[in-house]
């Protein structure tokens, strides 16, 4: 793998986005965090970008900095909690909580005014009204880099558990390689699953750099990643199809 190699993606999401993403993925309501968990997992996807050398904004480091900060505060007793003179509440967590209750209202109200705006363009389309009951997938833009590196994680973890694999040094793998192997596995308007593109892979450095020659091939968008529903598997296909 090029040593060098650094992903750079044109648009990415701030460590808040991360945290509401991970609210629902467990399907918890903001007010139920806990503090420990949220803290393992958004530490655990800082890791995953490390090993990716996706390069990160400062904001993600101060982030972690104060999950880390609040999950030492929340295993004290109140009693022998740190003076806070900004604190009004005895619970840590309030502030976080406060913050993407915000931040998820200022996102909502941003897609609520994009909807209109999209409605409006339709308003002088000359096509037809879509087909009723058709389901268009969502778009990359749609799914986000986190539910990639969810995806990553998952093959990561299914590569670990695996008794039979060994890493091999020997052997070096190229992203140009991987992308050429990509893009054959797309050509001709086949789609593929995220999972199928890794299950020939032999050591976990073979699907870090498959995972960041698809990462390159969506920057230049060459190919696409498309998902039914949400936590639903992802798909590649090509950009064309």
């Known amino acids: 793998m090029e040593a060098d190699y650094k992903v750079k993606l044109e648009v990415f999401e701030g460590p808040l986005d991360l945290l509401l ?45 104060n999950l880390i900060y609040l999950k030492s505060r929340s295993l004290l007793p109140v009693d022998q909690q740190p003076p806070d003179e900004d604190a009004a509440e ?92 990509i893009l054959q596995r797309v050509a001709e308007g086949a789609r593929v699953r995220f999972s199928e593109l890794f299950g020939a892979a032999a050591s976990r450095l073979e699907v870090v750099v498959t995972f960041l020659a698809l990462l390159e091939l969506i920057r230049l968008k060459q190919v696409r990643a498309t998902q039914r529903t949400l936590f639903d598997e992802i798909e590649i296909a090509a950009a064309a199809t």
């Open 90 to 181: 005895d619970d840590p967590r309030w502030e976080l909580i406060r913050q993407l209750i915000e931040y998820k209202k200022f996102k909502e109200a941003a897609a609520e005014l994009h909807a209109r705006q999209l409605e409006q363009e339709k308003i002088f389309a000359r096509e037809g009204p879509p087909t009723r009951g058709a389901q268009e997938p969502l778009q990359l833009g749609e799914i986000g880099i986190f539910q990639l590196i969810h995806a990553f994680q998952i093959v990561i973890k299914r590569i670990e558990a695996r008794q039979d694999v060994q890493e091999i040094f020997a052997e070096r793998f190229s992203v140009s390689e991987k992308i050429d192997a």
């Open 21 to 65: 993403y991970l609210i629902k993925q467990d399907e918890i309501d903001i007010y139920d965090i806990s503090l420990e968990r949220i803290t393992g997992q958004y530490l655990e996807y800082l890791q995953a970008f490390k090993e990716l050398n996706i390069e990160l904004a400062g904001e993600f480091i101060v982030m972690a900095a």
